[in-house]
């Protein structure tokens, strides 16, 4: 009988995986990130998230999280998201922002800043003007993008458009994305049939924590109930744009839908009024609050 994996980029088990295991988190950002050789992250120390508002369109179920720091002081955010919203680069930038400034303290020079990066990757495609997955930005002079004002940096990764060049390179960041990209319950490429998996120490212990032997009952309801929320979210979103060019509106307009639907809720409102003044149907409307 088959092993079965969990989906990584599902909370709990991407929370398994690089929240509780720091040398996994430090392979998987020593790959994913644009580091130098002499700038490798060496160690890490796991941060409490922080909390910030939720923005209109953004799902409050479709992220993940983990906040740390290594030993020079740099803060990593690294975020999961399983459906893209147009607000979702603002968060990003908030919460890097928010990081960034939060170091200083009273009695410390502007010196003592420490850069911050963000790894975000989604599960959705965001930029179809390009075949590139890999999305590195900095800040930088514009008639000299050589010149970097250093302090932020941000990666997004489309993980939908990776696809290795061959099953056998041996790159990390080649590894850590196959992982990300292809393990799981759906997935046709199962790992016990390919020894290559296995073959890194760190992607055989990640395995490992995904398999689904791993979890307790309680912990597997938890996942699956994640999934259907993710699966709900993406048809409301889905119905939601079909509906907005329908009638010639931006596809922007379908993510904020859901935030009116929750702001006529929360003044009041039953199912069957919002339903008449936001276009969506009762069972839409019932959905989006269930979220």
Not at 245 to 267: F, L
Request: net charge negative.
């Amino acid at each position: 009988m088959p092993t079965r994996y969990l989906d990584p980029k599902v909370d709990l088990a991407f929370k398994r995986v690089f929240g509780e295991h720091e040398h996994l988190l430090r392979s998987f950002l020593n790959a994913l990130l644009p580091l130098p050789d002499d700038g490798q992250i060496e160690s890490l120390e796991y941060l409490t998230p922080e909390q910030v508002p939720e923005l209109p369109g953004l799902f409050k179920n479709s992220i993940v999280d983990v906040k740390c720091k290594d030993a020079r002081g740099r803060t990593f955010i690294v975020e999961m998201q399983m459906l893209w919203s147009t607000s979702f680069e603002q968060r990003i930038l908030f919460s890097a922002s928010q990081a960034y400034v939060k170091q200083l303290h009273a009695s410390q020079s502007y010196a003592s800043l420490q850069p911050v990066y963000a790894l975000a990757l989604t599960n959705q495609v965001f930029d179809r003007k390009t075949p590139e997955y890999y999305h590195h930005y900095q800040i930088v002079r514009q008639h000299e993008p050589r010149r970097v004002l250093e302090g932020l940096e941000f990666v997004f990764i489309e993980l939908p458009k990776f696809a290795p060049q061959s099953r056998t390179d041996k790159r990390m960041q080649v590894k850590w994305l196959r992982f990300m990209s292809e393990v799981g319950e759906t997935s046709d490429n199962t790992p016990d049939a390919d020894p290559s998996w296995r073959e890194d120490p760190d992607i055989a212990q990640a395995l490992e924590l995904v398999e689904a032997a791993a979890f307790t009952e309680q912990e597997l309801e938890a996942y699956h109930i994640q999934i259907d929320k993710a699966r709900i979210e993406s048809t409301v979103l889905e119905d939601a744009r079909a509906e907005g060019k329908a009638e010639g509106k931006a596809e922007g307009k379908a993510e904020g839908k859901a935030e009116i639907v929750r702001t006529m809720h929360a003044s009041g409102m039953g199912a069957a009024q919002i339903s008449q003044f936001s276009g969506l149907s009762v069972q839409q409307v019932a959905e989006i609050l269930a979220l």
